[in-house]
């Protein structure tokens, strides 16, 4: 069974600092790697990553993914209170019976203090 | 670009009554998915529809059920309704070529007294 492990489950911090929230993972078809936060409801897309050691990155967020290790990283760099959200790691599958479905990690809580 | 719109924003139900929760996917997608996110659990599976079918189910009973219609805006049913089904419903769009880069919508608030 495919499974997704977000580390650390929670995350206090102030403004300004770095983050690194971490995902491994274990699928058997692994066909990408994707980010989401989550602020109220809707899961907002952040990266999907297929690709392993190059970088994507939009503004203060930067992902990267290792497939031999079987990990992915999500920096934030100067964080801000508008960073406050659970972060969502999920990996899609390729086929077999995961064929479509995102599997996703627990999440990892992040809380910015002004 | 809209995004994927869901509707109602909250339900509430009784205990064996059906709920239907309704989803419409952003402009030029095919594939809908549906996840259940239950307090204190992560986002889980439900059923994924491209072109009408239903192309791949998580591990839920069959009471869990739906359909996608001709302009790919697509229905979940619940039937004979557990006090357990209480949870975020969201659904998801995306194109088939890349069934995993998903778009997600702001979900239906399901409560079941």
């Known amino acids: 069974e495919d499974k997704v492990v977000q580390s650390p489950l929670s995350l206090v911090v102030h403004e300004g600092d770095t983050v690194t929230l971490n995902c491994s993972y274990e699928?058997?078809?692994?066909?990408?790697l994707l980010w989401y936060k989550q602020e109220k409801k809707a899961p907002t897309f952040l990266f999907m990553l297929?690709?392993?050691?190059i970088e994507k990155k939009s503004g203060r967020l930067s992902s990267i993914l290792d497939k031999k290790e079987l990990f992915s990283i999500l920096n934030i760099t100067a964080t801000q209170t508008g960073d406050s959200a659970i972060y969502l790691c999920a990996v899609g599958n390729a086929g077999g019976t995961s064929y479509g479905k995102l599997t996703f990690g627990q999440g990892t809580i992040l809380t910015v203090h002004p | 670009e809209a995004g994927v719109t869901q509707s109602p924003t909250h339900l509430i139900k009784t205990r064996g009554q059906q709920a239907t929760l309704r989803c419409s996917p952003i402009s030029g997608h095919t594939s809908v998915y549906w996840y259940q996110q239950a307090l204190g659990l992560g986002l889980q599976f439900l059923l994924w529809y491209d072109e009408g079918e239903e192309r791949n189910r998580g591990n839920f009973p069959p009471r869990f059920s739906g359909r996608q219609f001709p302009n790919y805006s697509s229905e979940l049913n619940v039937n004979a309704l557990e006090l357990e089904d209480s949870a975020l419903y969201l659904c998801a769009s995306s194109s088939y070529s890349s069934y995993n880069e998903q778009f997600f919508g702001p979900g239906t608030r399901l409560t079941v007294l």
């Open positions: 699928v058997t078809n692994f066909r990408s």
């Open positions: 297929t690709s392993s050691g």
